[in-house]
């Protein structure tokens, strides 16, 4: 989880971030100080305006992302079908 807080009326550049980072976006997490790296999904989100208005926090919930290789329809190698891989639509 990573919240991000702005002034609701002079938010400037964090107000990008929080009206465009949704559920499914990607992100990379740097944090210096116990030198953690990493790349999450977001997959839930939660915002609130406190303060008459002023304050504005948006909070994501996420979940790492694991780094497999995916099926690929035509791939020689990733879009086989076998016992764990099944086509549905």
């Not at 550049?13 to 990607?26: F, K, N, V």
């Not at 002023?54 to 791939?75: C, F, I, S």
Request: glycine share 14%.
């Amino acid at each position: 989880m990573i919240t991000l807080q702005s002034h609701a009326e002079n938010g400037g550049g964090r107000h990008a971030d929080q009206l465009g980072l949704t559920i499914g976006a990607l992100i990379e997490l740097r944090e210096m100080q116990t030198d953690h790296d990493g790349v999450y999904f977001i997959i839930g989100e939660a915002h609130e305006l406190a303060g008459g208005g002023k304050h504005w926090t948006t909070t994501w919930y996420l979940e790492p992302q694991v780094e497999t290789p995916r099926w690929k329809l035509g791939d020689a190698v990733r879009g086989k079908l076998d016992t764990g891989t099944y086509l549905a639509y």
